[in-house]
């Protein structure tokens, strides 16, 4: 069975600030995964994903994330962080079907 | 941009009514999905379908039907609806079957059963 786990329900950084968004997964096979963002109100919207090759991978918003095959880790980082960026992140897995974490809010103040 | 919109943002139902949810998408994606979000729990799937008249039971069907007739139309039916039904439901879609291909999101109707 394929599970996301992250660990944080919430971060915290100052805008202009390096963020980092923790995702750990677990999965037989090799894995697909993914970020989303959601706004208040909105649905989920589609950041980045990994499917083979480089381990970094760029998405939208200047986000990023970086593979860890030893450590099943996918975390989101962003060079400098924006108050626009405050949202709720899910990472998600999948094989067949798709798994979300739980979600991580991130706030990033001015 | 591929577009998926569900019939209402908000709804209010009493405790053992029938309740539709409806969902379209316009880029003719063959694979549809219904969620429901709730805080610390992340997305949970309910049903999920691959083509038309078309559906797989996801991890939390019971208390819920689905309907396939048209390849943009994905419906969620909520047989009677109990106050843990209470809940963010998400309708998504992607291109095809299979784990690399992201998904699409709706909206999200908020259902307050009452």
New interface residues.
Partial sequence: AQSVAQPEDQVNVAEGNPLTVKCTYSVSGNPYLFWYVQYPNRGLQFLLKYITGDNLVKGSYGFEAEFNKSQTSFHLKKPSALVSDSALYFCAVSNNDMRFGAGTRLTVKP | DVK?TQSS?YLVKRTGEKVFLECVQDMDHENM?W?RQDP????R?IY?SYDVKMKEK?DIPEGYSVSREKKERFSLILESASTNQTSMY?C?SSLY????Y???????TRLTVT
């Fill in positions: 998926v943002r999905f969620y610390g729990l992340g997305l799937l999920f996801g998400l998504a079957q299979g784990g690399s992201e998904q699409y999101f709706g909206p999200g």
